[in-house]
């Protein structure tokens, strides 16, 4: 039985690894959520060490299931330096429905995909450590509807 567990969650593993990998670029912050909500102050964070400049050209993918109550997602992206104060942040409001509420995507067996621009030329240029920070912008608590959220440097 042990055994059968282990190879499950090893094929979990590799497909989930090759979701991810077959988006391209560099997955900074990735999070799927199995119940299908998202707490408000459950911050989706990751610390990134440079140690040389870098520009990020960042998109965020996400996955929204059909009973997603809102006609928009709300979120706030934010880089801090290793002292924990901000540099950058900017909070952002994506369209998933159109005013009718019809989705602004096909309907996958994943539910609705969708790839927002977050910043196309986010520089860092000094070496260190840099933690990112997505937070849940929306007015409910937990959000339902959520099944994924990729954090990507194309």
């Given at each position: 039985?042990?055994?059968f567990v282990l190879v499950l969650s090893l094929i979990g593993l590799i497909g989930f690894?090759?979701?991810?990998s077959n988006r391209g670029g560099n997955v900074l912050i990735s999070r799927a959520f199995p119940t299908l909500s998202w707490e408000r102050f459950d911050f989706l964070e990751e610390t990134v060490e440079l140690k040389k400049p870098v520009t990020y050209d960042l998109v965020l993918f996400a996955t929204f299931m059909p009973d997603y109550p809102f006609n928009y997602f709300e979120?706030?992206?934010?880089?801090f330096d290793d002292h924990g104060n901000p540099l950058r942040g900017k909070?952002?409001?994506?369209?998933?429905?159109?005013?009718?509420?019809?989705?602004k995507s096909e309907l996958t067996e994943d539910g609705y995909k969708f790839t927002f621009?977050?910043?196309?030329?986010l520089t860092l240029n000094e070496p260190g450590k840099y933690k990112l920070q997505?937070?849940?912008r929306?007015?409910?608590t937990p959000l339902l509807g959520i099944k994924e959220i990729s954090?990507?440097?194309k």
């Open positions: 039985m042990k055994k690894s090759a979701c991810h979120m706030a992206f934010t880089v909070n952002y409001r994506f369209n998933v429905k159109e005013r009718d509420g019809s989705w621009p977050v910043n196309s030329a997505i937070e849940n929306m007015p409910i954090l990507i440097d």
